[in-house]
């Protein structure tokens, strides 16, 4: 019996070992996935939920450039990435200006007073990295532009995030680089993570906020001199050194008599489950109320980072495997729902760990594309796709969006409705459960002519979309839907 149980254990293990040889992509998912739970088979639940939406109640507005990402992918694979980007609907990237490394770096403060060796000519300077953001604006995202950091030699601590120890030659060096990309450049950003990447030691500050506002009033001056009606804003301070966003630093910055609202845009906030609230939960609504502390509540909020953590050795689940859609549908959609302005997931570089990363490319566990090394092809993640149903597919990604009312007794799902700039109007239901739902779905719209379901999970891209059966009667329109296991399902309304 032993012997028999031996040869069947060994031509198991054979025969699972050519199958994952077999096929590279099922080889990398199980080293992703090794904690995660894959659902290939839905159970049944008899249970059907009723959810009720009401264009005619619009709750909130929310914009339309929430379907964005940090960091362009590495010039040797921009020419791939950037048009699948694009074609899944990401329609904005935010990206360094990076100071630090466009001047040479073994000069001395005095070498660049002196001009040596023609030093202060921009013409001489590096701008590789400048050059992707342009990558990404020429295939059509627009681009926030962050002016952060700061050459060694010219800080006060001799490291890039000290306070510039000279604000003219600081301010000529934005001066020339902003002159040379602005064209480029559709926000500006002023400093990132100032608790963490701003250090005031070996300066007369005494306080971070404070530096932080010499700094922003200095790329004020020089932004708006070449481009008067550029949005600007900051600061996205975090919890740990800078007390959140109603903290110190930011009670400091915006205490100070030359910020005001003419000048300071927006608010650039990053959400990480390490910063104190699970990404999820997070909200735009918590946020303004820190700003009205100090008279800025009404500001538009963008989240210009985020991700389950920004911890790049935490679990893969929620960065690239099986649940990884899920985690951004309801980011989206719980953010969309909440008024946001704008989103930047970070990131969009290739993802660490899946597959081969060569020599000199830029990765992250949080990526959004894998690659392959034979054919030199790249192809997005999972969780692009949910971007691509709720910015092409819902057309979300069109304008500013009408948030909807939307009532009901599933509270097994996450729901929100919307009214595109086109007028078109959807619901996206995220289902984070192991069997589908179905839904009896009745909407208050006259004319409809077609009902199109589409749907994201893991294996599927949702980008053949199914006709739902309708019936209409005196103004409401009323069709049942099932909303299928793990998955992000997305309903448009065709009108005439």
């Excluded at 293990?13 to 996935?33: G, P, Q, R």
């Excluded at 050795?313 to 690239?320: G, L, N, P, S």
Aim: glycine letters at 8%; charged letters at 15%; proline letters at 3%.
């Amino acid at each position: 019996m032993k012997k028999i149980y031996l040869i069947i254990l060994l031509l198991i293990t054979f025969l699972s070992v050519n199958f994952a040889f077999a096929n590279d992509d099922l080889i990398t998912d199980s080293i992703l996935s090794n904690k995660e739970i894959k659902y290939n088979v839905s159970e049944n639940n008899d249970t059907v939920y009723n959810v009720s939406v009401n264009p005619q109640n619009i709750k909130d507005t929310c914009g339309n450039m929430v379907f964005g990402g940090n960091q362009v992918p590495s010039f040797a694979h921009s020419q791939t990435i950037l048009p699948l980007l694009i074609d899944a609907g990401f329609n904005n990237i935010r990206s360094d200006m990076w100071l630090e490394t466009i001047l040479p770096q073994n000069i001395t403060y005095e070498d660049y007073i002196n001009n040596v060796n023609d030093v202060q000519n921009p013409d001489t300077w590096d701008y590789s990295n400048m050059e992707l953001a342009v990558l990404a604006k020429k295939a059509g995202m627009k681009v926030m532009m962050i002016i952060s950091y700061c050459p060694a030699w010219l800080s006060y601590n001799g490291k890039t995030n000290g306070v510039p120890k000279d604000f003219n030659v600081y301010a000529d060096i934005v001066r020339k680089v902003y002159s040379r990309y602005y064209k480029y450049i559709d926000w500006v950003e002023v400093y990132n993570e100032p608790g963490y990447f701003l250090t005031i030691d070996s300066s007369p500050y005494q306080s971070v906020g404070k530096a932080l506002a010499d700094i922003y009033m200095t790329c004020v001056n020089v932004v708006r001199n070449i481009t008067p009606n550029m949005p600007m804003g900051g600061t996205s301070v975090v919890p740990f050194s800078d007390g959140g966003v109603g903290g110190i630093t930011n009670g400091d910055f915006f205490t100070d008599t030359r910020i005001n609202k003419n000048n300071f845009n927006f608010y650039s906030h990053h959400v990480y489950a390490d910063y104190g609230i699970p990404t999820t939960q997070e909200t735009v609504t918590r946020v303004k109320g820190q700003l009205a502390k100090f008279g800025y509540g009404d500001l538009p909020v963008y989240f210009t980072e985020w991700s389950t953590s920004i911890n790049n050795t935490a679990d893969t689940i929620t960065y690239t495997g099986t649940q990884s859609h899920i985690f951004v549908g309801n980011c989206l959609i719980n953010w969309m729902r909440d008024g946001i302005t704008g989103a930047e997931h970070w990131n969009y570089l290739q993802a660490a760990h899946v597959g081969v990363t060569e020599a000199g490319i830029a990765a992250d566990a949080h990526g959004m594309y894998k690659w392959n090394t034979i054919t030199k092809q790249g192809e997005l993640l999972p969780k692009a796709y949910v971007f691509k149903l709720m910015s092409k597919t819902l057309g979300l990604g069109i304008g500013e969006n009408k948030v909807i009312e939307t009532t009901g007794d599933a509270s097994s799902l996450n729901i929100a409705s919307f009214i595109n700039a086109n007028g078109i109007v959807s619901t996206v239901f995220v289902n984070d459960k192991t069997t589908d739902i179905v839904v009896n779905l009745n909407c208050i719209l006259s004319g409809v002519t077609d009902i199109e379901k589409n749907v994201v999970t893991f294996t599927d891209k949702g980008e053949t979309g199914e006709t739902v059966s309708f019936t209409s009667n005196n103004g409401i329109t009323n069709c049942s839907v099932t909303i299928p296991a793990m998955s992000v399902t997305g309903i448009k309304y065709t009108i005439n």
